[in-house]
């Protein structure tokens, strides 16, 4: 719940809908070894589920063939303006995605990373011995240092979790007529906001460089060319639409898998209490690979063209239609992951597609870097971290979102 | 996990000979952290290649045909993740290779048209993987350890060494059981695994394995040697029989006599050998003949029993006989008449006396030898085109294989013990024989064993290549002409240009050492002639 009172997750799948869900996102491993081996690149109507890892790679590295498909809802959300993260690649977008990345500098990971630790250490330090981790911990620390970071408070009327979360639902996973209602009036609410945030932070003369507004205005001031309100209007909005509704995500279903697997767990926590940061992390993105944020990542045929060309299983695609490119089984493919099933915090990180591949890869990927084990770490330094009793020791599910997922551990 | 040995050949187009040197030395310049030149300090592309053992990128070249891109890789475990890291680590290098190469004509020219178009983002894995060579032929002299634990315990090794040297005097008066007990101990918290038994280097099912391939090929090839003798048992009565190989076999008899030693000057202290050893091992060649007379027995009844339409009592009869017959006329004509015509075609064989070597490529192998305490070499040689020759190489060689992966197993060969890896596999439609060779010491050293210890397997191998020195009876002489099988083998050679060693100060008998030091200190306890055994290697 929110300061609001209203949920942050909807709740409209029914128990027996959702008991299908997670059935079917169990059985996801074993569906996908039988399609790498009898089916590999599967054509269903006029989608292609590709799930051998080399195919999985050309499809996300192929984005003239292959483009993302989120530019229509992308312009619903940004009041018809373009965001790179729905962009071919054009100059435009080069020129968006560099802009945004002159912003990003590298020394802010290890801030992020100071102050995300410090925010988590202090949640779970009073937390007792019992925590709700999804909302209580993950959600709660991500939204609080990105909304710093990003230089973008929280609304007076409304709550940015709620429409941060709707909007990248809306975005990257469904849009039933419910949920279109949401955003019809949520991304101009969240854009007015960010452009309130842009007046008053010019008005006041702040372009401090802590935060990310505050260097876009620091350019704009500048004269520097292509820093208008409308570009640091959209970039912000596309920030705070695409990053934080994914940590609290993500960690949950990684630390469910380390649960699950007592070695593993043990190993993350002994990484954790060293401290070793790499290895944290690389306890995470391992514990992700069984359960990834998303299975798949769609694409859109942008002319008719063949996957796997060259091979026995070349796969003629026509334009328009869809492909499901399946991170999840190329990252557990035998034929390029070395003992997939087993797990292996040290692995390389060509092995790991959590980010995407190629043209669309993650812009976040260097700040969850920071953020992950940061996040995770105070939690896991706790003795005998286990699971709390169930039914609140067992990761729940809203639709796609991880809800709920306690955990208990020894008082200092 | 089991090391697996691959190549990979690939013909580069003339004009692009330059361009691909280029990229391999930069490839060796930009990442190499040893002193200048030094080949084999690679930590980046170690770490990022967690299975690796060696690898070797080179251009092989000569006069004879177009230069040829060689990639050796010795790894443990599967090959596709291994192709995939390979590819995660070098990249645009690799591709760019790949774009010095000529496009192969065979289905895979698709693939690399794609893999190679400009501005290609298509992985080079799996068409690399598509040109992946077994070898017909290879050698582990450290067989059953996988990398992680050579380094493993090489780092134990250097924590006893480092733990005895502190002690100074302290260790003296101890037994070598006190020592082991005490270095144990000390270890175990940084070691932890010296607590666990360690893991048989040979599983016994891999054992049986490789003795069940060899027995089951040469079971087949001398069971087909039978079939000759036993049709003509089968057409004809044993007086007949008897005439017919009295009438062959005396003359062949007296042209082997006639033949059998070297002509010329060719004779070398190892003339003779092989009919030395088939003498030596007389019993061991009748128990061969008695056990494949007992194995064929039944097969040879049931091609009667099915062809001729016999009883069973009756195909065991007939069967025994022509197997009889079979077994004398393999003895008393095939083997003479084969080496009458391997002796035939090795007194009419040419040898290059004076290979002359490229002075400039010569430099640069020289330049990129010893450094560290291993070597490389890269070897392809011509084969000659006659039938009994390329039987030869392409029988011999995978019996030669099965018989040292059945017989060697402490990595000796002869009583060398100097390669880590090494193979031979065949290129260019099979017309040319390439070796690749890890090894330690210098190149002179490891030539002067091949030469002195064991020239006959070495001769066996090669014998059939062009321009080989003289070669008797398959196995004598050849390699053992000492300086001309140097020229020739240098000859052959080509400059190792990327070289990349997992553990480059180790040699094979350290490699051992180390493990013998880590299977004692993880015995609980040792009696005193084990303990004091274990304590030679400190």
């Known amino acids: ?412 | 996990m089991r090391l697996n040995t691959r190549s990979i050949s690939l013909e580069v187009k003339p004009s692009h000979e330059d361009k691909l040197v280029r990229l391999l030395v930069d490839l060796r310049g930009g990442r190499s952290v040893g002193r200048e030149g030094e080949p084999g300090h690679y930590p980046d592309i170690l770490a990022r290649l967690p299975t690796c053992h060696f690898l070797s990128i080179c251009m092989v070249e000569s006069s004879d045909y177009d230069p040829l891109l060689v990639i050796e890789a010795n790894f443990d475990g599967p090959e596709g993740p291994f192709w995939a890291q390979l590819q995660a680590v070098l990249g645009e290098a690799l591709r760019e290779a790949l774009r010095c190469c000529k496009r192969p004509l065979d289905d895979t020219a698709e693939l690399y048209d794609l893999v190679t178009a400009h501005r290609s983002r298509r992985d080079p894995a799996p068409f690399l993987e598509r040109h992946v060579m077994r070898p017909k032929a290879f050698f582990h002299g450290n067989r059953g350890l996988p990398r992680e634990r050579i380094l493993a315990e090489k780092a134990l090794a250097e924590a006893v060494e480092q733990r005895l040297h502190d002690g100074g005097g302290a260790w003296n008066g101890k037994s070598s059981e006190d020592v082991r007990l005490a270095l144990r101990s000390q270890l175990m918290p940084r070691f932890e695994w010296l607590g666990q038994k360690p893991a048989a280097r040979i599983p016994l099912g891999e054992s049986l394995l490789d003795w069940a391939k060899l027995a089951a090929v040469l079971f087949l090839v001398l069971h087909l040697a039978l079939v000759p003798g036993a049709i003509l048992a089968a057409l004809l009565g044993n007086t007949a029989l008897g005439v017919l190989l009295a009438l062959v076999a005396v003359p062949v008899w007296l042209f082997f006599t006639r033949y059998r030693r070297p002509a010329g000057d060719v004779g070398t202290s190892s003339s003779n050998t092989l009919l030395s050893l088939a003498r030596t091992n007389a019993f061991k060649i009748i128990g061969a003949l008695a056990v494949l007379f007992l194995l064929s027995w039944p097969v040879s009844a049931s091609v009667n029993l099915v062809a001729k339409d016999m009883a069973w009592p009756e195909a065991w009869q007939a069967s025994a006989r022509q197997l009889a017959w079979g077994i004398v006329w393999l003895v008393a004509v095939l083997v003479p008449a084969a080496l009458i015509w391997m002796r035939y075609l090795e007194r009419h064989d040419s040898s290059q006396d004076g290979p002359v070597t490229d002075p400039v490529a010569l430099r640069q192998m020289r330049e990129m030898e010893d450094w560290i305490p291993q070597n490389h070499m890269v070897s392809v040689v011509s084969l000659r085109p006659q039938i009994p020759r390329r039987a030869m190489s392409y029988i011999g060689t995978p019996l030669i294989h099965l018989a040292l992966r059945a017989a060697v197993r402490d990595g000796y060969l002869g009583s060398m013990r100097t390669i880590h890896c090494a193979q031979w596999a065949f290129v260019n439609n099979g017309s040319r024989l390439l070796f690749l060779s890890n090894y330690d010491l210098s190149w002179e050293s490891y030539f002067d064993d091949f030469i002195e210890k064991a020239h006959e397997g070495v001769t066996a191998v090669w014998c059939g290549s062009v321009g080989f020195p003289p070669v008797t009876m398959i196995i004598e002489d050849g390699a053992a002409h000492g300086r001309a099988f140097k020229n020739w083998a240098r000859h052959s050679m080509s400059p190792t240009r990327f070289w990349v060693s997992a553990y480059p100060t180790l040699t094979v008998d350290q490699i051992e050492r180390n493990n013998r030091i880590a299977n004692g200190l993880c015995a609980a306890s040792l009696p005193p002639a084990a303990a004091r055994q274990w304590a030679d290697d400190l």
């Open chain 1, 1 to 412: 719940m929110t300061r609001t009172g209203a949920p942050i997750l909807r709740n409209r799948t029914g128990k027996l809908k959702q008991w299908v869900m997670n059935r079917v996102r169990a059985a996801l491993p074993g569906l996908f070894a039988a399609f790498r081996r009898l089916w590999p690149i599967a054509k269903i109507g006029s989608v292609h589920v590709v799930t051998l890892h080399d195919d999985v790679r050309e499809v996300l590295l192929t984005d003239k063939a292959f483009k993302v498909p989120y530019a229509k809802k992308l312009v619903v959300l940004m009041e018809g303006h373009e965001a790179f993260i729905g962009m071919q690649d054009t100059d435009a977008y080069r020129s968006q995605l560099g802009r945004l990345e002159s912003l990003a500098r590298p020394e802010d990971m290890d801030w992020l990373a100071d102050a995300t630790e410090q925010r988590a250490e202090a949640i779970v330090a009073a937390s007792g011995g019992r925590l709700e981790v999804v909302d209580t911990l993950f959600r709660t620390v991500t939204f609080d240092i990105l909304e710093d970071y990003f230089g973008v408070t929280k609304p007076e009327i409304g709550d940015m979790r709620i429409w941060s979360t709707r909007m990248f639902e809306y975005q990257f996973l469904g849009s039933d007529e419910s949920l279109y209602e949401e955003i019809e009036w949520m991304a101009p609410a969240l854009l007015r906001h960010i452009e309130d945030i842009i007046e008053k932070r010019r008005a006041s003369g702040d372009f401090s460089q802590k935060d990310l507004l505050g260097r876009a205005l620091a350019l704009q001031q500048q004269g520097e060319k292509g820093w208008d309100d409308l570009f640091i209007r959209t970039m912000l909005s596309a920030l705070v639409i695409g990053g934080p509704p994914q940590p609290p995500m993500v960690l949950p279903q990684a630390l469910e898998q380390l649960l699950r697997r007592p070695d593993a767990l043990a190993s993350a926590q002994k990484a954790a209490r060293e401290p070793d940061e790499a290895l944290t992390f690389g306890h995470i993105f391992e514990a992700l690979r069984f359960d990834p944020i998303s299975p798949i990542l769609p694409r859109e045929a942008t002319c008719d063209c063949v996957i796997a060309q060259g091979t026995k299983r070349s796969h003629k695609v026509a334009k328009g239609d869809k492909v499901l490119a399946a991170i999840q089984s190329a990252m557990s493919d035998p034929r390029r992951i070395p003992s997939p099933g087993s797990f292996i915090p040290t692995r390389q990180p060509h092995e790991y597609l959590h980010f995407g591949l190629g043209l669309h890869e993650c812009f976040g990927r260097h700040i969850n870097r920071a953020m992950f084990p940061a996040i995770c770490a105070p939690l896991l330094r706790r003795k005998n971290l286990r699971r709390a009793k169930r039914p609140a020791g067992k990761l729940a599910y809203e639709g796609f979102f991880p809800a709920s997922l306690t955990v208990v551990f020894d008082k200092d």
